[in-house]
Each structure stands twice: as structure tokens, then as C-alpha cells.
């Protein structure tokens, strides 16, 4: 499965930042495979570096950079979107800023620009406007950064967290709706601000403050304060958690290693009788769900197939659907003692197109196996994403539960999506064994929309499920 985000660190010190600054970004490097990019402020001014990280990780292409870039305060992201952090010039001053979100009304948002004086946007390829760059359009129509930062958030259709970084300190956003984090660590002499919280530990900071939902903050070298507080509701995504996150991260003080035991462990509450001989998980973010299923059933966790990434790093990941799909079939390599003549449950995070997951099963029975079950941790993907940039899919029809759908009534099946979101209902059991004959495999049972949120363990109104129910 191809999800893509972003994520972003910055910091403010008493001494030079550009090594806190250059591993707190690269820690968050399983959020994005295209561009990473630098900005730091000095007594000179600003200083920015961006690369194209497709084919090499982030480190050998910045280890250059930050033996120039020096400074006490800076901010970097890593992101499969636009070039960024941008540096603006404008009536507030000269700042830089990066951003990770999505922006629905876009095209609207930039024509109005147009009408308000905004003489131009620099054009990326494939003619799109630079989404960063339309952030910081709105934040200059206001008197002051922090109207701007929240003019923005009020006309955003979507979600959009942000770092500013100006010569008097580090202004972080947190989306209205909190749909991605963004947490404060401090050690002696230094604050850093965080999409993910275990990328300043090694650096020695300590959790020191998370942000809620739509809550504004300054940082200094000697402390931050609260300029907006949160608000009362939130919608963290739920992906963070089945997928996004490394195992070391923590949202919401759920830890994502231990959500994930505990989602493999629900898996198995109701799926007794399933006679296999390993449990397994589909590398890297199925392992965990499979730990808890194996531990609970008490069925062997074994690996029959290991993802070789000394030459296949994830930072390799072409545009092409084809080619993205001949490169995780090259990842995979088979242990043939644990294929062979062997009937295997196999858990993976999620089913979105299901290409990957046939190929999977394929690869499987090529290799030997008897039986192949499987398991995906979430319930059936029914409807795009629209707050987040994490999926490559341009239609619901890109999902394999809408095609199975369609094929089953056609535009009759729209009128029913509650019921094939149900998954105590006959069409929820239709399409569940359409999606099974069509991946070939076994047998198919998808964790339910209560087993993931018990999993998650915080407060089932603060989470996004928007692609599960189509409820915002």
C-alpha cells in the first residue's frame, strides 16, 4: 500500500541548531519518499536547502548542506508534495515556513488571491500551485502572523499544520480539527517542535507539551508560549496509528507499537476456529498487529517472507503504479521451510486497491503455500481521504470495496454504503466475500470500526473515521 504525508521539526537554541535540526527532520523520514528540505535563520539572514529524495535517503543528500548552513533557530520537513520551506518576503517581515496538510479548495483560495492583489504563484509541474506557497499568501493578508496563521486555518477546506519560522522565534500550528500532531520537546538551552515525539529523544529533549487541536504556540530558546488554546474538538487520524506511524511514536499518549498489539490481540478475540500454522505480518507495519494476534491465539508468529532493504529502501518509490508494484515484489523475499505446504494467516494494515495485496497472495501460493488468511487491522477503506495528502488514489473507484461494490448493484449499491459499512449487515458480507474471491485467497475478516478504536484507546469522537463511515 502507497500512503504519503510529511512531516516536520523545527528549533529554537542558545547554540547552533543545524545538527538537532538535521536528524529531527531525517527521524521522520517514513513519512514521505520525494523531497526534504532546510531552512535556518543566523545574524545573516536566512539559509534554505531542498533536495529530491526519491532515490537516496535524506542524510547523503543534506550532509553537505549542514556543513555551510549554521544558525540558532530552524525548521525542515520532509514531504511528497511541494518544494518547501518557502522563504517569504512580505509587509510581515521575512520568514520561513513549511507545512503538512491538504488544501480542498485550492483553486478557489488562489482565485481570490487574484482578486485581492496577488499578482502570481510560481507553478510546479503538472501545473499546480505550490500549496505552501498559498499558505503563506493567506498569512500575509493579515496585520500580523499569528491573524494570518488563523485566517488561513478559517478558510483552509481540509487541514493544514504549520511551522513559521521568523528572526525573533518559531510560530507551530496545529490543524483545527488536530488530524496530524505536532508536540514540544525542551532539553537545557533549546526547544524543538514535532510532528513525531520519539524524533528529539535521541537528541536529549523531553516531552515537554503536545498542542491540541487548532492550538497556536510560540517558541524561544528559553521557553513557548500558548497564543491561541485549543479548541474543543478533534479528529486525529486514525491512520496514524494502523500505519503512518513509527512504532517508537506516540499520538495522544497512545504509543503505536502497543496500539497495534492490542488491535492483532481484538483481531483474535473474534476470529477463533481459524486452524493455520504460522501467523504472520505483512512488513513493516503489519509485524506489530501480528505479535498481538499470535500472542493472544497463541498460533507460532513466524516471517515466511522478509523485506530486503539494504538496495530497496522505501525512499525508492516510483510514481508508476506498475513500477511501485514490481518494486515491493522485488522487496520480498521468501523463506521457503515457512511457505511450503503450510497454511498462513498473514495481517497487513489495511486494503486500499488491493494490487498489492493480490500480488502478495500470489507470491504466496508460488511459493508453496496451502492456505493464505488474511486479516487487514482496519475495517474496508469505503471513501477517499479529503483531509489528508495520504493517498495516490484520485477516485473512490481506486478502492477495492467500491469496485466490488459496483460490480455486486451498480449505482444502486450508492444508495446503500451505510449498510456495506456495516459490518453486521448481508451487503457488508456480499462485498467482504467479493473482495476475498477477488484477492483469492482463503479466507477474509476485516478488524471492525469498534476492535480499531478500542485499540486506540482514547475518546472514539476525538478520531477520524471518515474513510471507514464517510462521517465527518
Known sequence: MVFYMGGLFGVTAKQDCIMDLFFGVDYHSHLGTRRGGLAVYSKTGFERAIHNIENSPFRTKFERDIEDMHGLMGIGCISDTEPQPLIVRSHLGNYAITTVGRINNLEELVDEAFKNGSSHFLEMSGGRVNATELVACLVNQKDTILEGIQHAQDLIDGSMTML??????LYAARDKMGRTPLVIGKKEGAYCVSFESFAYLNLGYKDEHYLGAGEIDFLTADGYEVLKQ????????AFLWTYFGYPTSCYEGVNVEEMRYRCGQ???EHDTGTDVDFVAGVPD??????????NQSGIPFARPFIKYTPTWPRSFMPQNQSMRNQIAHMKLIPVDSLIRDKKLLFIDDSVVRGTQMRETVEFLYDSGAKEVHFRPACPPIMFGCKYLNFSRSTSDMDLISRRVIDELEGEEGLKHLDEYCDAKSKR??????GICEKMKVTSLKYQTLKGMLDSIGIDPDHVCTYCWTGME
Open 164 to 169: 513559521i519560522l521568523t528572526k525573533d522565534g
Open 230 to 237: 485549543p479548541g474543543e474538538k478533534m479528529k486525529i487520524c
Open 266 to 268: 481484538i483481531l483474535a
Open 285 to 294: 507495519s503489519g509485524t506489530a498487529h501480528a505479535v498481538g494476534y499470535a
Open 428 to 433: 457488508y458480507a456480499a462485498m467482504v466475500e
